[in-house]
């Protein structure tokens, strides 16, 4: 488990390393950082039995495109980025239970779960996206 915590954090660290410096889109590497960051965040959700509300993952399926676009890409890099940043910040992943704290870890576990989740449908869907975009003239 904590090889793949840190192997979220060194990707994420990668990718915006490269948007940071404005590099041109490298599909394959991408689509090679959006793999490990999967697998990696794929392995962690079902070691956390991570899950979230059935309202939310619809809702968020009928928001989202199925493949990104070559302009959209930066945009989701930097949001799976922000993901990322926000699920290993958190608390309930930090701290040991406290049971008078007991209703706030709750709700960092839901959003742990929740970022988690949102980590394995970006990369995915980037992944994909990667794809289609690298076959295109």
């Known amino acids: 488990m904590k090889q793949d915590f840190t192997r979220l954090q060194v990707v994420r660290n990668e990718i915006a390393h490269n948007l940071v410096a404005k590099k041109p889109l490298d599909y394959k590497l991408i689509s090679d950082q959006t793999r490990d960051i999967n697998k990696a965040a ?11 509300p059935e309202d939310t993952d619809k809702e968020k399926e009928q928001k989202q495109p ?35 704290h007991l209703d706030k870890v709750k709700t960092d576990k839901a959003r742990a779960d929740s970022d988690l989740l949102t980590i394995v449908d970006l990369s995915e869907r980037i992944q994909k996206s990667v794809e289609s975009l690298k076959k295109a003239p």
Do not use: H, Q, W
């Not at 945009?75 to 406290?98: H, M, Q, W, Y």
């Open 42 to 52: 794929s392995r962690l959700k079902t070691y956390m039995m991570a899950r979230a």
């Open 66 to 100: 199925a493949e990104l676009s070559s302009e959209d890409m930066i945009g989701t890099l930097v949001r799976l980025c922000k993901t990322i940043d926000s699920f290993v910040e958190n608390p309930a992943l930090k701290n040991a239970v406290d049971a008078d």
